[in-house]
């Protein structure tokens, strides 16, 4: 099982960057996919998430209106596309899978990424 993450960078406030997240070695079309965030000193917390379907997603509050999730499943792939970054926005983003209906929460999460590095200056 892998998950790829690729497409963060360093950016001005303001600006935008696309997330993707290649997987291989498991049923995409199974899994709900979801974004998850590492600030320094700071827990991993939710971003957003998709249904297995894409009918449905899900947004943290901090993150509603500006970032917008999606999947492609003839590509394996998940995206975040994050607008109006903001310098609260730095962190590692992380992907993952889950079976469960519960995309919220880190634990139910079966697979993750390695993460990539989002830094947003002011």
């Known amino acids: 099982v892998r998950l790829v993450e690729s497409g963060g960078a360093l950016v001005q406030a303001g600006g935008s960057l696309r997330l993707s997240c290649a997987t291989s070695?498991?049923?995409?079309?199974?899994?709900?996919m979801g974004w998850f965030r590492q600030a320094p000193g700071k827990e991993r917390e939710f971003v957003a998430a998709?249904?297995?379907?894409?009918?449905?997603?899900y947004y943290a509050d901090s993150v509603k209106g500006r970032f917008t999730i999606s999947r492609d499943k003839a590509k394996n792939t998940v995206y975040l596309q994050m607008n109006s970054l903001k310098p609260e926005d730095t962190a590692v983003y992380y992907c993952?899978?889950?079976?469960?209906?519960?995309?919220?929460?880190?634990?139910?999460?079966?697979?993750w990424g390695q993460g990539t590095q989002v830094t947003v200056s002011s």
């Open positions: 993952g899978a889950t079976t469960t209906p519960i995309v919220n929460i880190l634990r139910y999460y079966n697979y």
């Open positions: 070695g498991f049923t995409f079309d199974d899994y709900a």
């Open positions: 998709i249904s297995w379907s894409a009918g449905t997603t």
